[in-house]
């Protein structure tokens, strides 16, 4: 099994609509918990932590289940600009910092 | 702040010629990560170090690739030979410890080997 999993994808989405992804990943140890948004050929940037309690950032809310070992990301009123790549990363106590394969997500107009 | 700096942005080369890759962490920063991005693989980690010393090279794919950290504000990626194999985007990036803070991208070095 592979230490951080996601969503597939491709999803394709018209713009307003509501989209969540799904992350889970192995190592319950884990501590520190992040949503990263790539570009086409750029490089990965931070998105958003996900804590605990959970937490929104406009649009955006990450929700973490220690229990279930699962991280999701949801996507309120999607616009054409957040069409990107969204990783899920995971950082293991005393370890780097683990990415998954990424979930593409395009808006239509 | 400037952000991590790596350099060349592009190169292509031909098979069996050494490349060399750098990066600049951003200042402060005392762990830095080496990546390897492909459309089949995904963003694979190298190699990183954590203040200075590279603490996991697992993902080094072979002895032709080699990392160094001489001091806190530079590292070199080196693939010698180099092979087709090995066209990817080779990320560079930090962050301020191993775990817990978040961790900053280089804008990468396009490598295409033919």
């Known amino acids: 099994r592979k230490e951080v999993e996601q969503d597939p994808g491709p999803f394709n989405v018209p713009e307003g609509a509501t989209v969540a992804f799904n992350c889970t990943y192995s190592?319950?140890?884990?501590?520190?918990f992040f949503w990263y948004r790539q570009d086409c050929r750029k490089e990965p940037k931070l998105l958003m932590s996900?804590?605990?309690s959970g937490n929104e950032d406009g649009r955006f809310t990450a929700q973490l289940n220690r229990a279930s070992q699962y991280i999701s990301l949801l996507i309120r009123d999607s616009k054409l600009s957040d069409s990107a790549t969204y990783l899920c990363?995971?950082?293991?106590?005393?370890?780097?910092?683990?990415f998954g394969p990424g979930t593409r997500l395009s808006v239509l107009p | 702040d400037a952000g991590v700096i790596q350099s060349p942005r592009h190169e292509v080369t031909e098979m069996g010629q050494e490349v060399t890759l750098r990066c600049k962490p951003i200042?402060?920063?005392?762990?830095l990560f080496w990546y390897r991005q492909t459309m089949m693989r995904g963003l694979e980690l190298l190699i990183y170090?954590?203040?200075?010393?590279?603490?996991?090279d697992s993902g080094m794919p072979e002895d032709r690739f080699s990392a160094k950290m001489p001091n806190a504000s530079f590292s070199t990626l080196k693939i010698q030979p180099s092979e087709p194999r090995d066209s990817a985007v080779y990320f560079c990036?930090?962050?301020?410890?191993?775990?817990?803070?978040?961790?900053?991208f280089g804008e990468g070095s396009w490598l295409t080997v033919v």
């Open positions: 990036a930090s962050s301020h410890s191993i775990s817990g803070n978040t961790i900053y």
């Open positions: 190592n319950s140890a884990s501590q520190s």
């Open positions: 996900v804590y605990s």
């Open positions: 990363v995971v950082t293991p106590y005393g370890q780097n910092f683990v």
């Open positions: 200042s402060g920063h005392n762990s």
């Open positions: 170090f954590n203040n200075n010393v590279p603490i996991d």
